[in-house]
């Protein structure tokens, strides 16, 4: 309880009325340009956000534009401007970056980026930022879009059709400065975007490239590079993108959508180790690297027709095919070495993740005739995901080719009593899912054991429901429920099988890691106030954590609870041109990992984000605008036997400013601006014994940009 204190007390100086409920300025769901109501299609519904008993943020393109100038990617976005939303970890690997507490699914125009089978923590990076339009996020565990939003969903929706007849250019050129101005450190981007419409036809075609240099934290050192999970700094990504509709004359749209990305290190440098009792970070040098620098490829081609008006409803046929390569750097690693290769136990190798998923999405939404106060929808997902982890430098089989199926019929009601007083919505999905693994033989290190292949399957059906009321304009209340689901690393399982016998599917339980989200909200947005407020409790009965045991990986299914407490506010102040706002979240998790029936153990902090205030203040007058931003992470302490395992806290200022010209925006941004000296949350919490991965945060960065609209 004293967390939820702290945090009415930090945003109390913002509104003294209104302190307990606040909503950040930069995640409207209510109004856009047009005044209209907002409909988020990661919702699979066309009732606006308001109709509906979620918590759900918006960024906008504005909002998202400026962030990744501060920052410098979408999911650093998300994460500075959402409070629930942890640290991310400043490298290429999301892994351990949550949303309330348990992994987001990441997805494009509702196309799930995750690699189920075998993760491998890269779906923030399949797409450059310059071709996002607005960010979706749906707070809370459910499954609107299928397997993976145990924390919640991040929807990336991609820039629409121009919106006058003829061609349209948007450009972007950018310089990334590090303090001191050191070369070794400058980045530099470009972008262009060409749009054309003519009648029913139009279109949009564009590539972005940029550097990246080298990462210098708060007290000058150069940042030690990951070399196994891969790195943003001193690296290089390009990305190519098209997109073509046509409005067919019975009102349908028919729209094809295509983007490739990849991202891949310079390998200029190597780690250095750090020294943890010390405090002393990991480093860099410059250096070879050996084997093929870890790299990031994501591919992806949809086709989709939507009609508003069919049958007096709407129909939603989308269909689409999407691969993604992911390279890690390499070593001479025990788990590498094979006698029969190369006896001396000198063998360098390097593992690549590979993953296609080919999948297709239809619903229909309408009201019910005779009885319009009822909105169904129905419809159905299939996904089909194959996933292979080999080793590169010896095109050695590590994880098994594995063929996930996913089938999912689903159906959601929204019904308005009282005029729209009170809303009750609800559904269920049904999830028919199986894989198939052939028969494999793992590597020399975990004794070369043939491995009888297998079929394992599960089905479940899963609920939501939830209420809304409005007793006055402006003033909504709401609570839900709503389960989502995931399953256990498979891969990481299969690969480390020692027992001779062993058939996969007597060995591999498929069974769901079930997630329950219960969560009350209140908002206010009325006159110059926007506030917030919201508590929410997850629990998973089998949880999944993966646990070694005599050189074998296997899952234990333990029960995980979480709770935390969210707030937000903007407020537009009476000086013309400038709003300020706040946002505060806490969350708490336990497991019982002693397994003696007690769930009283703290989760680490690769699955809870530290407690955290948002303050921020915007200021636009004509051309001119401006924002200032601090994040403050606070202290935590977990119940463990490691004391190094506390996080300390540090907070963070960013700025912003931009004018418009004819000629186009220049803007100015500065992310650290302070130089804070930090540890990441992620190394300050996981793996405190290893202080070859033991690093610091960015230090203070400088940003020009110049986009021009033609």
């Known amino acids: 309880m004293y967390r939820y204190l702290v945090g009415v007390l930090a945003l109390a100086p913002l509104s003294p009325a209104f302190a307990q409920e606040v909503r950040p300025t930069d995640s409207t769901t209510v109004d856009d340009a ?33 962030q990744v100038l501060v920052s410098g990617s979408t999911v650093d976005a998300v994460s500075a401007l959402l409070p629930s939303f942890s640290p991310t970890r400043e490298k290429l690997s999301g892994s351990g970056e949550s949303l309330r507490g348990r992994s987001p699914l990441y997805a494009i125009n509702g196309i799930p980026q995750s690699t189920p089978v075998r993760d491998g923590s890269r779906d923030g990076y399949t797409i450059d930022p310059f071709f996002i339009d607005r960010v979706e996020v749906i707070y809370g565990s459910n499954a609107l879009q299928g397997i993976g939003a145990t924390g919640g969903v991040v929807n990336q929706v991609l820039v629409g059709a121009p919106r006058e007849d003829g061609v349209s250019v948007r450009t972007l050129l950018q310089a990334t400065l590090p303090d001191g101005f050191d070369g070794e450190g400058i980045g530099a981007k470009f972008g262009a975007l060409v749009g054309y419409r003519s009648g029913n036809l139009d279109a949009n075609f564009g590539g972005t490239l940029e550097r990246r240099g080298a990462f210098s934290d708060g007290a000058g050192n150069r940042i030690g590079v990951d070399g196994t999970q891969g790195e943003i700094q001193d690296s290089d990504s390009w990305s190519v993108f098209g997109r073509l509709g046509y409005e067919l004359a019975s009102g349908a749209r028919f729209e094809i959508v295509a983007n490739r990305f990849e991202l891949e290190g310079n390998a200029h440098y190597i780690a250095v180790t750090g020294h943890r009792d010390a405090g002393i970070p990991a480093t860099s040098v410059r250096g070879d690297t050996p084997g093929d620098p870890p790299s990031n490829t994501a591919e992806l081609i949809s086709a989709s027709l939507t009609d508003t008006d069919l049958g007096g409803g709407t129909f939603v046929l989308q269909g689409f095919y999407s691969r993604t390569s992911d390279v890690f750097g390499g070593g001479i690693f025990g788990t590498f070495q094979d006698p029969a290769i190369d006896p001396t136990g000198n063998i360098f190798d390097q593992s690549a993740n590979k993953s296609r998923k080919l999948g297709g999405k239809v619903s229909y939404e309408r009201a019910l005739p005779g009885f319009e106060d009822l909105v169904l929808t129905a419809g159905f997902d299939a996904l089909f995901d194959r996933t292979e982890q080999s080793l590169v430098q010896t095109d050695r089989i590590w994880v098994p080719r594995s063929d996930f199926r996913s089938l999912a019929p689903f159906l959601q009601g929204n019904l308005a009593l009282a005029d729209g007083l009170v809303r009750l919505a609800g559904g269920l999905r049904y999830e028919n899912i199986q894989l198939d693994v052939g028969d494999f033989t793992t590597l020399a290190s975990y004794g070369s054991v043939d491995v009888a292949g297998g079929s394992p399957s599960f089905q479940d059906v899963l609920w939501n429901g939830g209420i809304i009321v409005e007793p006055i304009d402006g003033l909504r209340a709401y609570g839900s429920y709503a389960e989502g689901f995931t399953i256990a690393d498979v891969g990481r399982i299969l690969r480390g099988i020692t027992q001779e016998g062993v058939d996969v599917d007597e060995f591999l339980s498929l069974e769901p890691v079930v997630s329950n989200n219960r969560e009350l ?12 407020a919201g508590y929410f409790w997850s629990s998973s009965d089998l949880g999944s954590l993966l646990v070694l045991r005599n050189d074998v990986y296997e899952v234990l299914r333990q029960p995980i609870q979480i709770e935390g407490f969210e707030a937000s506010l903007a407020w537009k102040t009476p000086v013309p041109g400038l709003s300020l706002s706040g946002g505060y979240a806490t969350i708490e998790g336990r497991t019982d990992g002693d397994e003696d029936g007690e769930v009283d153990e703290d989760l680490d902090g690769a699955n809870i984000s530290p407690d955290r205030v948002n303050l921020a203040a915007d200021y636009k007058s004509g051309r001119f605008s401006a924002r200032a931003q601090a994040r403050f992470y606070l202290a935590r302490e977990f ?72």
């Open 639 to 710: 119940n463990d036997p490691a004391v190094d395992t506390d996080f300390e806290g540090y907070a963070l200022l960013d700025a912003f400013i931009a004018y418009r010209t004819d000629f186009g925006e220049f803007a100015f941004a500065a992310q650290n601006l302070t130089d804070e000296f930090y540890i990441t949350y992620d190394s300050d919490t996981v793996r405190v014994t290893d202080s070859s991965r033991f690093y610091s945060g960015r230090g203070r960065t400088f940003t020009l940009s110049w986009r021009g609209e033609f």
């Open 521 to 532: 909200g209140l908002e206010w947005d009325r006159g110059n106030l926007t506030a917030s």
């Open 34 to 66: 047009g005044g209209s109501e907002i409909v988020v299609t990661a919702t699979r519904s066309q009732l606006p956000a308001s109709a509906l008993p979620l918590t759900i943020d918006v960024i906008d393109s504005e909002a998202l534009e400026r």
